[in-house]
Nanobody, 122 residues
Framework: QVQLVESGGGLAQTGGSLTLSCAPP????????AGWFRQDTKKEREFVAF????????SYADSVKGRFTVSRDNAKNTVYLQMNSLKPEDTAVYYC???????????????WGQGTQVTVSS
């Protein structure tokens, strides 16, 4: 089972920034769309953003639009999620996922990471 590897989570203050990275051991990761999801305690996994394999198209949840930016460097086989203007409600475990197409639905992704905790203090 291929597992993606997220990094970059941690503690931030309200208004601060964090950058998450996803660098999976998939040689052909550059051919996959990548999504970011998050899940807080007692809540369902929530779509955050996705980027197509070319990087030519992105999509964001309304709650993060204008604050978060998803990007990828296929030469480095890495996908990023730049998070600015963080709010306490952004606190969650963030997951990276890979699938054949970009989607807001978790079920459309084939590979997942174990997640990285992001905590935003007020």
């Amino acid at each position: 089972q291929v597992q993606l590897v997220e990094s970059g989570g941690g503690l931030a203050q309200t208004g601060g920034s964090l950058t998450l990275s996803c660098a999976p051991p998939i040689r052909t990761f550059s051919r996959y769309a990548a999504g970011w999801f998050r899940q807080d305690t007692k809540k369902e996994r929530e779509f955050v953003a996705f980027i197509t394999w070319t990087g030519g198209s992105t999509s964001y949840a309304d709650s993060v639009k204008g604050r978060f930016t998803v990007s990828r460097d296929n030469a480095k086989n890495t996908v990023y999620l730049q998070m600015n203007s963080l709010k306490p409600e952004d606190t969650a475990v963030y997951y990276c996922a890979a699938g054949s197409v970009g989607s807001r639905m978790p079920r459309n992704y084939d590979f997942w990471g174990q997640g990285t905790q992001v905590t935003v203090s007020s």
